[in-house]
T-cell receptor, first 114, second 114 residues
């Protein structure tokens, strides 16, 4: 069965510090996608990235970067030079193949202190 | 572009009253549709999902029900609300799969049952 573990519950950083969020997953699928979402205080979940298991290259988008390591079943997310607007809950997710659902982790609460 | 709407944004209802939350999607056809609940804490609980008109899969036994009367309309209902139904309700859509692609979320409805 699919499982996503986000062990860190709440992480506090001072503005401009970097923060890395860990996501470890379990799947029996040989090919799969992985996702990260951001949930700001307003509540709406915002899709950040989709990564195919075929592609292990790191991804960078502005201050966000993702490190996918299939060998350790991890898909970690780093925010560089954090800003107050980065304060949110971040979710990692993995599809259940064939039945249209996503398995979400419990989320990481990031608090950026000005 | 695709847009997802949810209403109402907030709702306060007494115990035992009925509930109807509506979700509509624009700009896509034959989407998969999902209802989630986020109670105290951060976890996302999948309540229902639908792959087509009239096709509803229930994930958790409860006093809630869902219907999909039109291709891009998804309704969450209850005949009699319980205190435990309080929470943040999120509707989401995705492209029909497999493979399972990312889900896009609506702004959510905050329900308080008193």
């Amino acid at each position: 069965a699919q499982k996503v573990t986000q062990a860190q519950t709440e992480i506090s950083v001072v503005e401009k510090e970097d923060v890395t969020l860990d996501c470890v997953y379990e799947t029996r699928d040989t090919t799969y996608y992985l996702f990260w979402y951001k949930q700001p205080p307003s509540g709406e979940l915002v899709f950040l990235i989709r990564r195919n298991s075929f592609d292990e290259q790191n991804e960078i988008s502005g201050r966000y970067s993702w490190n996918f390591q299939k060998s350790t079943s991890s898909f970690n997310f780093t925010i560089t030079a954090s800003q107050v607007v980065d304060s949110a809950v971040y979710f990692c997710a993995l599809p259940y193949y064939g039945n249209n659902r996503l398995a979400f982790g419990k989320g990481n609460q990031v608090v950026v202190i000005p | 572009s695709q847009t997802i709407h949810q209403w109402p944004a907030t709702l306060v209802q007494p115990v035992g009253s009925p509930l109807s939350l509506e979700c509509t999607v624009e700009g896509t056809s034959n989407p998969n549709l999902y209802w989630y609940r986020q109670a105290a804490g951060r976890g996302l609980q999948l309540l229902f999902y639908s792959v087509g008109i009239g096709q509803i899969s229930s994930e958790v036994p409860q006093n809630l029900s869902a219907s999909r009367p039109q291709d891009r309309q998804f309704i969450l209902s209850s005949k009699k609300l319980l205190l435990s139904d309080s929470g943040f309700y999120l509707c989401a859509w995705s492209v029909a799969g497999p493979p399972i692609y990312e889900q896009y979320f609506g702004p959510g409805t905050r329900l308080t049952v008193t």
